[in-house]
């Protein structure tokens, strides 16, 4: 495949013959501009949407408090009892677990657990 796409590659690099000096700017132009394009998909379609997980994320762990529900990536349900710097206790069942922080994956709606 890599051969394929190398070979492609130069097919396209050299101009015909009788090509002006105008249509060889255009063409570089319209390759540049392609470029251009699948960088702004690209942007939009993978980095962007990462940056927005990653900041909502980050402040549902900033308003994270003793007696939310939490639910872990590995799904483990508990209440959260304690808050640390990179840690939060929970207690799920008659379990007392210590996961980090970034184990959390959502704080699960509704009224404070008892």
């Known amino acids: 495949m890599l051969s394929q796409t190398y070979s492609a590659m130069l097919a396209m690099g050299t101009p015909p013959p009788n090509a002006t000096p105008e249509d060889q700017k255009r063409a570089m132009f319209m390759q ?3 470029m251009v394009f699948f ?18 994320q980050a402040k549902m762990l900033s308003e994270l408090k003793a007696g939310d529900k939490v639910t872990t990536n590995s799904g483990i349900v508990g209440v ?3 808050i640390k710097d990179n840690s939060v206790t929970i207690r ?3 379990s007392k677990l210590e996961v980090t922080k970034a184990a959390i994956g959502e704080v699960v709606a509704g009224t404070p657990a008892s």
């Open 80 to 82: 959260v009892v304690g």
């Open 39 to 56: 960088g702004i998909i690209f942007y939009v379609m993978l980095i962007r949407p990462q940056q927005k997980r990653a900041k909502e």
């Open 32 to 34: 540049l501009g392609m």
């Open 92 to 94: 799920s069942g008659e």
